[in-house]
Every structure is written in structure tokens, then in C-alpha cells.
Nanobody, 125 residues
Framework: QVQLVESGGGLVQAGNSLRLACAAS????????VGWFRQPPGKEREFLALIIWNGRSTDYAESVKGRFTISKDVAKDVIYLQMDNLRPEDTAVYYC??????????????????WGRGTQVTVSS
């Protein structure tokens, strides 16, 4: 099993940056991809970015490409989401999730079998 805990959310003004962290624990192999997702108020949860098990490859949703950057501290097993030039429409609950069956992950939410509880990000205009 993999336990995931997100942190780093908060209230920020538009145009500023925020870095979220996802601390993973509980896995002896640590061979899983991790994705970041978000759920805006009143909307469905959407994929943002993923990083493969060894941190050497990433993929992004078109909507955040160029503004968000996913990275991984392999030694600490912490996955980060750097969010720059934030906009009010980025307001959402942000979740990290682990796909324990695919080393290279996917953009499909149902493929992720472990989820954190989420962290709130609010961007004011």
C-alpha cells in the first residue's frame, strides 16, 4: 500500500506561484507513477501532470503545460507540483495519486489506486 499526503496549498494572489508537495510512504519498492489532479468547485476532477517512477519522464495536460512543473525527490519519495502564474480558475482541491501497476503512469484517473486527501488552493483576482 501507498500512503500519500499533500501539503502546500493555501490562498495566493493571481500571478503568483505556489509549490505543492506529495509525501509518499508505505511502499517497499517505490516503483509507481504519481499524478497530480484537481477538482474545481462544482466541476469534475481533472488530470494535471504525471511523473514516472524514477522521476525521469513527465507528462502534462495541455491546460497547464508551461505553467506547472512536476518533479520528484527520489531519495525522499516526495513529488512536487510547482505552479506559476496562477489564475483564479486554478482554484481547486489538488490531489496526488499513485498508480502502483504502471511504472509510466497514465492520464486516466481510474488507473490510479492510491489517493491523498487533497489540499485546497485558492487564487484571488
Amino acid at each position: 500500500q501507498v500512503q500519500l499526503v499533500e501539503s502546500g496549498g493555501g490562498l495566493v494572489q493571481a500571478g503568483n506561484s505556489l509549490r505543492l508537495a506529495c509525501a509518499a510512504s508505505g511502499s517497499t519498492s517505490k516503483r509507481y507513477a504519481v499524478g497530480w489532479f484537481r477538482q474545481p468547485p462544482g466541476k469534475e476532477r481533472e488530470f494535471l501532470a504525471l511523473i514516472i517512477w524514477n522521476g525521469r519522464s513527465t507528462d502534462y495536460a495541455e491546460s497547464v503545460k508551461g505553467r506547472f512543473t512536476i518533479s520528484k525527490d527520489v531519495a525522499k519519495d516526495v513529488i512536487y507540483l510547482q505552479m506559476d502564474n496562477l489564475r483564479p480558475e486554478d482554484t481547486a482541491v489538488y490531489y496526488c495519486a499513485a498508480d502502483s501497476t504502471r511504472l509510466y503512469g497514465s492520464k486516466v484517473q481510474s488507473n490510479y489506486d492510491y489517493w491523498g486527501r487533497g489540499t485546497q488552493v485558492t487564487v484571488s483576482s
